[in-house]
């Protein structure tokens, strides 16, 4: 599956915005689907996944009650409603598509940059102070 994220932009602090990831080929339905985001210096940081064992969704805990993922399987696009938005959310967000396990993941697998397969290209967040 080829992901396309959009949705970036320079925001104030304790304001909202919202990324998609828009999938060609495939319905989100049949992957994993997850957002990381990545500082200048910094590795690449899991913020949110679901599908990795049910209904449940992991999220990070810095963006836990802040961040929801979505997804509209007719538009073939998952969301990342982010709200709330502090300084030290400035990152590079991508999302992440990992073919459905046969078995529940645990929050370990989940938030591995290495468990999934294909990356959308990156979308710029900026939150000012």
């Known amino acids: 599956v080829q992901l396309q994220a959009s949705g970036g932009g320079l925001v104030q602090a304790g304001g909202s915005l919202s990324l998609s990831c828009a999938a060609s080929g495939r319905t989100p339905s049949m992957y994993v689907m997850g957002w990381f985001r990545q500082a200048p210096g910094k590795e690449r940081e899991f913020v949110v996944a679901?599908?990795?064992?049910?209904?449940?969704?992991y999220y990070a805990d810095s963006v836990k009650g802040r961040f929801t993922i979505s997804r509209d399987n007719a538009k073939n696009t998952v969301y990342l409603q982010m709200n709330s938005l502090k300084p030290e959310d400035t990152a590079v967000y991508y999302c992440a598509a990992a073919p459905r396990p046969k078995y529940s993941a645990t929050y370990y697998i989940a938030s591995r940059p290495t468990s999934y397969a294909s990356w959308g290209q990156g979308t710029q967040v900026t939150v000012s102070s």
């Open positions: 679901d599908g990795w064992s049910g209904t449940i969704t």
